[in-house]
């Protein structure tokens, strides 16, 4: 019990200290920065359609709106915070000033019909952030803990790759079995051009696709900040519940699964067990963010690789993540640790 104590505490040091308070401003943050730049840009009234354009840019400023809140929140906990806060900022805002002016200009359709220029620069803006993001820069510290992030053992690092797309992929073979459709539209120039395009799809979604603008709030922040006062199924239902109200505006325009009010709680269902996963990837690496934003991005990317029958594997994948969460949560000693308190 003990060391399951230890291996909670150890990702909450005490270098920072956030308060009830301080998790209230945060969630409210979470609204005031995101919800008007969605609304602005134009996107919710015409979600699913269009395509990476001017009005896709603006929208981007409200995805960024978790990281950017945790940036603020854990800037006012400390001065060492602060110039934290700092240092993240450009990283976090850098990608909207160049891949993303970049890829709005041209407007692609697709991710995969990216134009040269806006693909090379969105890969080797995403080398440059993961780098910063990396044990590689010790001055970085976790917004919630103030402590630099430890290095990751590989096998975690290796598998927050492949996992879910792992478990995507196995899904959809199961579903493109009945009708024989194994077509990922993407992936047909041949081996280079599709190891270009796959490179390119994940620096997108890496940069401008939820993961570096949610993580950095979600298990930056958030996450380390509830295993204070919380076991870590609790916090990661209660991140859950963050995560799909936060998405609320989307859901309620374009749907989840279906529309309506219901594509809210279709939208929480989906995320509980994804953030049980999420969680024990954040404790078994050490507190990594950066291995967050992997785990995030390796389940985004899925959607940009044109596979046949997406929707409906998409379902199958829903229901793969939860009998994984399920069983990590029976059998997994650090899911079911103690609690460290405030």
């Known amino acids: ?115 040269l220029l806006p693909a090379v620069a969105t890969v080797v803006v995403a080398a440059v952030v993961v780098l910063f993001l990396s044990p590689l820069n010790s001055r970085l510290l976790g917004p919630a803990t103030g402590t630099p992030q430890a290095r990751p053992p590989t096998r975690v690092i290796l598998l ?24 990922i539209a993407a992936l047909q120039g041949g081996p280079l051009a599709s190891v270009w395009i796959l490179l390119v799809c994940f620096a ?11 993580e950095l709030g979600w298990r930056g922040f958030l996450l380390p900040a509830l295993l204070r006062e919380r076991s870590p199924l609790e916090a990661s239902l209660m991140l859950a519940v ?38 024990w990837f954040y404790l078994r690496s050490k507190g990594s963010v950066l291995i967050a934003i992997l785990l995030h991005t390796s389940v985004n990317v899925m959607s940009d690789l044109g596979l046949a029958s997406y929707e409906t594997a998409a379902i199958v994948f829903g229901i793969l993540t939860g009998v994984a969460a399920v069983i990590l949560s029976v059998f997994s000693p650090v899911l079911r640790g103690a609690t460290a308190g405030w």
Not at 24 to 50: C, D, E, H, K, Q
Not at 204 to 214: A, I, K, P
């Open 242 to 279: 963050a995560g799909g109200l936060w998405h609320l505006p989307i859901d309620l325009y374009a749907g989840f699964g279906v529309t309506g009010p219901g594509a809210i709680l279709v939208r929480i269902l989906f995320l509980v067990p994804v953030s049980i996963l999420f969680t």
């Open 1 to 115: 019990m003990l060391r399951r104590r230890l291996n909670i505490e150890v990702f909450t040091s005490n270098r920072a200290t956030v308060s009830r308070r301080s998790l209230w401003i945060f969630l409210l943050l979470l609204g005031v920065l995101s919800w008007p730049a969605w609304l602005v840009s134009g996107v919710l009234p015409r979600a699913g359609t269009g395509g990476y354009d001017a009005r896709w840019l603006v929208a981007q400023i409200g995805v960024m709106g978790p990281s950017l809140a945790a940036l603020l929140v854990s800037g006012s906990l400390s001065r060492e915070l602060r110039w934290n806060s700092l240092r993240l900022l450009p990283f976090v805002l850098g990608p909207l000033a160049v891949p993303g002016i970049l890829v709005a200009h041209a407007s692609p359709v697709r991710v995969s019909e990216m134009p």
């Open 204 to 214: 997108h979604n890496l940069l401008l696709g939820g993961s570096l603008g949610e």
């Open 160 to 183: 927050s790759l492949t996992l879910f797309p792992a478990l995507f992929l196995l899904s959809w073979a199961f579903v493109s079995a009945e009708g024989g459709h194994f077509e």
